[in-house]
Nanobody, 122 residues
Framework: QVQLVESGGGLVQAGGSLRLSCAASISIFSINAMGWYRQAPGKQRELVAVITSGGSTNYVHSVKGRFTISRDNAKNTVFLQMNSLNSEDTAVYYC????????????????WGQGTQVTVSS
């Protein structure tokens, strides 16, 4: 699988900001869709944001206007800028890459990072 390492989580007060990073073990140039998921206590894991190789993005409605996903292909890293955080954003955030052919190698399984905890206090 593609190795993914998230960082940037932490404790922040409501209204504050955090920027999450996801570093991939391979070039992400050919990865069509990289995503951020989150899982809050007692809830199912949900897709938060996705970015394609062409730079198009999509977000779950609850974070639109507050979160921004971006990618730096040269650094093999995808980011999630989170602004105006509220308590409902508290969750473990996971970076995700679907299975597929990347840089001439077939990855049959989807890849997940270990997760980074985001806690928003109110």
């Amino acid at each position: 699988q593609v190795q993914l390492v998230e960082s940037g989580g932490g404790l922040v007060q409501a209204g504050g900001s955090l920027r999450l990073s996801c570093a991939a073990s391979i070039s992400i140039f050919s990865i069509n869709a990289m995503g951020w998921y989150r899982q809050a206590p007692g809830k199912q894991r949900e897709l938060v944001a996705v970015i394609t190789s062409g730079g198009s993005t999509n977000y779950v409605h609850s974070v639109k206007g507050r979160f921004t996903i971006s990618r730096d292909n040269a650094k093999n890293t995808v980011f999630l800028q989170m602004n105006s955080l509220n308590s409902e954003d508290t969750a473990v955030y996971y970076c995700h890459v679907p299975g597929g052919y990347y840089s001439g190698t077939y990855y049959p399984e989807e890849s997940w990072g270990q997760g980074t905890q985001v806690t928003v206090s109110s």
